[in-house]
């Protein structure tokens, strides 16, 4: 089993910044794939981003594309997710998700461990 932990989520102005991260536990953290989903009410939940083991390949949605930079660090067993240049769209509780193998980042079902989720309110 992981377990996930996400936090670093709150209420920011739009044009504003905010940082998640994300802990694992339970299993060697280098061994899982890493991604960041979202899911404002009402909506499906989507993918936001992800990372490769080692951090060499990154894969980031349309919508979030040269605002957000997903990175890892392995010795802490942490994923993170720097947000920039909020918009009020991006609103939402975003989880952070593991998996050993990936084929489809954007695919839920891919994923095998999910955290609790951290809310995001970006104000206008």
């Known amino acids: 089993q992981v377990q996930l932990v996400e936090s670093g989520g709150g209420l920011v102005e739009a044009g504003g910044s905010l940082r998640l991260s994300c802990v694992a536990s339970?299993?060697?953290?280098?061994?899982?794939?890493m991604a960041w989903f979202r899911q404002a009410p009402g909506k499906e939940r989507e993918f936001v981003a992800g990372?490769?083991?080692?951090?060499?390949?990154?894969r980031y949605a349309h919508a979030v594309e040269g605002r957000f930079t997903v990175h890892r660090d392995n010795f802490k067993n942490t994923v993170y997710l720097q947000m920039n240049s909020l918009e009020v769209a991006d609103t939402a509780l975003y989880y952070c998700a593991a998996t050993r193998d990936i084929t489809h980042w954007g695919r839920k079902d891919e994923y095998n461990y999910w955290g609790q989720g951290t809310q995001v309110t970006v104000s206008s």
């Open positions: 339970g299993r060697t953290f280098s061994n899982y794939v």
């Open positions: 990372i490769s083991r080692t951090s060499v390949a990154t």
